[in-house]
């Protein structure tokens, strides 16, 4: 005769968005610190210069600058779990993602044209250290634009 006291075992399962230093370890989520570093890379880059090109790296300011404070509030989120393991956050992170990827890529692009400006169109005793500034700005801000990128794929596939 089975006893009445022995219950069912219960399997733990691992929640699909992981908290605290596991979004670290975990691929689509890992991206974040690396969006933050390069992206604010591109911000202190373009602030190290004189903007001869206000429309172009206005833009690009605005940007890395909004991309690196909401990426920054997503990695608290998810480093103390005001998630909830919801499955409403994966769409409104992939839909973040995706659409500052698209943002970024815009802003590379502008970047690499006041790069470009700048051999021609600056001041002759300030192109060689502002062309460096602003192809470093331009490297930072591809890379940052392929990080959000693989993050809005990674999300989406996951």
Known sequence: MASKDLSAPVTHTEPDIPSG???????????????????????ILIAATTVYFPMLQGWVMYVSLSSFLFSLMFLLCYLFGFHRNSDSWKVVDSLYHGATAIFYMSAAVLQANATIRS???????????YYQINVAASFFAFITALLYILHAFSIYYH
């Open 21 to 43: 230093a596991k979004i670290f370890r975990t691929v689509p989520y890992a991206f974040i610190l690396p969006e933050l570093i390069f992206g604010c890379w591109v911000w």
């Open 119 to 129: 051999e021609t169109e600056v001041l002759a005793q300030y192109i060689p250290l």
